[in-house]
């Protein structure tokens, strides 16, 4: 089976060619950041400033973390809605779980700590595992199954806090890790890097890796190659909701308290927005995490330019759509091109 599963990512639809297409399609992309930048450097002097670029690089840690997750869905074909609502779950579970063991274990700040964290993700893992099989199994569309568990997943993070933020975590895990510096650079900055180390790692070096770009290009292909396409679809949906979680545990760690607020529609648009524009078909079986990595700073770039720049925030969300419009319309004039060649 392995055999056959590396002759099909082997194939140039599946590896070569992705590759070749992708870097055709995200050309834009670096010339739109520097262009940003260059311009915001010149209107506003307080773009360039430190504590700016601190925000804009930790608020880029964020979006780059969940937009991984969300990207690999994308690549195997997948659809994942529900990640905003995970960061919201995942953070007020991860609070609240700290509270109940700090009453218990009081002064442990290791227990609560290690136990918050693993409740944490253990939610964003199990929202990600009825995603998964739903899709897998019962054959349900993806973009259908995370908007069900999207709301359902929000309405829990709100029924367990009414709505209030909860309090309670040891200052340790706020003040030494949400908000702590290490070299001028906040954690949530080191920990997006591992995480894209481990996902580019993933899908150059692994056999999941290469199985999801083969299911996403030709599901029918990788069947009959021998991959277990149930499984891998499974596994990239469970990624995505640990990916969210991390991502709403790091928020947790900055605020000090979990909120139900955290996530929602605008973080799971953004992350949607992060791996289109950083060139993940939405046909499945092509994307970098890398380059949607490159993708979330221009969008936090852009987000932070038209705060600086006193744009209302009720349009910003216009210049979000108009992008991914525009990236859609460019994929599938490649696709077409492609074709007719």
Do not use: W
Request: aromatic content about 6%; some cysteine; proline content about 3%.
């Amino acid at each position: 089976m392995n055999a056959q599963a590396s002759s099909l990512t082997a194939q140039p639809g599946v590896t070569a060619s992705y590759g070749r297409s992708l870097l055709g399609r995200i050309g834009f992309l670096p010339a739109l950041l520097i262009l940003v930048i260059v311009g915001m450097s010149a209107v506003d002097p307080q773009f360039y400033g430190p504590i700016n670029i601190l925000n804009i690089l930790r608020n880029a840690a964020f979006l780059t973390i969940i937009a991984c997750g969300q990207a690999l869905v994308i690549i195997g074909g997948g659809f994942d809605l529900s990640v905003g609502a995970v960061v919201a779950l995942a953070s007020v579970v991860t609070a609240k779980t700290m509270g109940v063991i700090a009453a218990s274990f009081p002064g442990n700040d290791a227990l609560i700590i290690a136990g918050g964290l693993a409740a944490g993700l253990g939610s964003g893992a199990a929202v990600g595992l009825v995603n998964g099989l739903c899709v897998a199994r019962l054959k349900v569309s993806g973009f259908v199954v995370t908007l069900g568990t999207m709301s359902a997943t929000a309405g829990v993070a709100l029924m367990i806090t009414s709505g209030i933020p909860v309090y309670g975590m040891p200052q340790s895990f706020v003040r030494d890790f949400g908000r702590a510096q290490f070299f001028g650079l906040p954690t949530a900055i080191y920990v997006a890097l591992i995480v894209l180390l481990v996902m580019v790692f993933v899908q150059r070096r692994t056999l999941f890796g290469r199985y999801v770009y083969a299911i996403g290009g030709n599901t029918d292909a990788a069947i009959v190659s021998g991959v277990g396409t149930r499984r891998h679809l499974v596994g990239t949906y469970v990624l995505s909701g640990v990916l969210a979680a991390l991502t709403g545990i790091l928020l947790t760690a900055q605020v000090g308290s979990g909120q139900a607020s955290f996530g929602g529609d605008r973080m799971m648009l953004q992350s949607i927005a992060a791996a289109v524009i950083g060139g993940v078909s939405l046909r499945g079986g092509v994307g970098r995490v890398e380059i949607v990595a490159v993708s979330a700073l221009f969008l936090t770039i852009l987000g932070n330019a038209l705060n600086l720049l006193h744009i209302d925030s009720r349009l910003q969300p216009v210049f979000l759509g108009i992008i991914m419009v525009v990236a859609v319309a460019l994929d599938e004039l490649g696709r077409r091109r492609k074709l007719r060649v």
